[in-house]
């Protein structure tokens, strides 16, 4: 079997002989560690940050992400409104205003997260202004080149996935545009706000990708949530039933109507309480499993049984401890996974600079022996 078929194969549930090595990437400031390393100023891609494509100086496996444009057309204008020695407050695109730190920012990425002070939907005036910046006829939601890509992607042996990582949510929508704090008093204040957003960016898409699902078959689609804390969810099932099942409904019907049979969904800390709700509505894959939250892949495939497909869940900070620790983490993970099948191994988010790079080919090569690679 190829890389593809294996990837179906795991994405059913099922254990296979060869497992994909997928990786999320790593900071700005890990890259800059690791070069100061001994890793080759050189090695392929590998300043890009994005590992999601595969990366071949640490042996990562190719895939490939349809990345339509899912964004505001026309942007915001971005404006510097503050700047210090210290700090940047700016407006960007996407309407949100930020306080960031300058120190410490190495190839974009900061060591603490941007503070958000304004988000560009308040009311229902404000969401006509932004609701007009989302036209999915605009010719330049596609490449210009689709078409030709399109083609190329139908003999291959690696996976296609529709829009690329952390492009497309429902929740995590409705907090961009409206803030974590603003949105959840929302749900409660002006809920008919919230439900005509919700069918609106359910419309949007729907009608975005249906070029894109006649063109080609895709392998899975993934919708970016990440909607949780280390203490729970920020919305629990009531409002889940209440505002989010049906549209999730409507995107994952047409998406299996077009035999895209794995739903995945990325989450950041601790999902535990609804994922039973989207399971429910046919999302069958669920990472990259926080460990800080106690996201153990191991908990959840005994409690949720190998019908929910799993992918990450190897703890960073482990990796950062060295060889014992790496050791300890993988064997008492990977062996059990990997043998009833349905699970992916991968860091449990970004890799920080706490990674030496000794520490991260350590983990590397012994995940790659554990996987049964050759």
């Given amino acids: ?17 060869w497992t994909p090595n997928y990786e999320l990437g790593c900071w700005g400031q890990t890259v800059e560690r690791w070069f100061s390393e001994g890793l080759p100023q050189d090695a392929t891609y590998i300043g890009r940050i994005d590992m999601f494509e595969g990366e071949p100086y640490f042996r990562l496996d190719r895939r490939a992400f349809d990345r339509l444009d899912v964004g505001m057309h026309p942007p915001f204008d971005c404006e510097v409104l503050e700047e210090t020695d210290r700090y940047l407050i700016a407006r960007h695109g996407n309407g949100i205003v930020t306080k960031a730190l300058k120190e410490g920012t190495v190839r974009g990425t900061r060591m603490s997260m941007d503070a958000y002070l304004s988000h560009p939907v308040i009311d229902r005036a404000s969401w006509l202004d932004v609701r007009r910046r989302y036209d999915p006829k605009a010719v330049w939601r596609y490449p210009f080149w689709w078409d030709e890509m399109a083609r190329s992607w139908r003999n291959r042996d690696y996976p296609v996935v529709l829009l690329g990582n952390g492009t497309f949510g429902l929740y995590s929508q409705l907090r961009s545009w409206c803030g974590t704090e603003e949105i959840s008093y929302m749900f409660y204040d002006q809920p008919e706000l919230v439900d005509e957003m919700l069918e609106f960016h359910t419309d949007f898409f729907l009608e ?9 078959q895709y392998d899975y689609f993934n919708f970016f949530e990440d909607c949780a804390g280390k203490g ?6 009531q409002l889940f039933d209440r505002f989010f099942r049906r549209h999730y409904q409507r995107i994952i019907d ?28 046919g999302v069958n894959m669920l990472w990259p499993l926080e460990q800080a939250s106690g996201m153990d892949p191991v908990r959840l495939r005994k409690k949720f ?14 990796i950062a401890k060295g060889p014992e620790a790496i050791e300890r983490e993988l064997r008492a993970k990977l062996p059990p996974l990997l043998e009833q099948g349905g699970y992916i191994p991968c860091v449990d988010h970004t890799a920080d600079p706490d990674i030496s790079l000794d520490n991260m080919k350590y983990y590397l090569e012994l995940k790659w022996k554990l996987m049964g690679r050759r």
Avoid: Y
């Fill in 305 to 318: 049984g190998k019908g929910l497909c799993l992918s990450g869940g190897i703890d960073k900070r482990e």
């Fill in 1 to 17: 079997m190829n890389h593809r078929e294996c990837l179906q194969k795991i994405l059913t549930g099922q254990s296979t002989s």
């Fill in 254 to 281: 047409r998406l299996q109507r077009a035999g895209i049979r794995s739903i995945w969904l990325d989450c950041d800390g601790d999902m535990e309480a609804l994922i039973p709700c989207w399971t429910d509505v």
């Fill in 232 to 237: 729970g969810p920020l919305f629990g099932p």
């Fill in 208 to 216: 975005l990708v249906e070029r894109a699902l006649h063109g080609v």
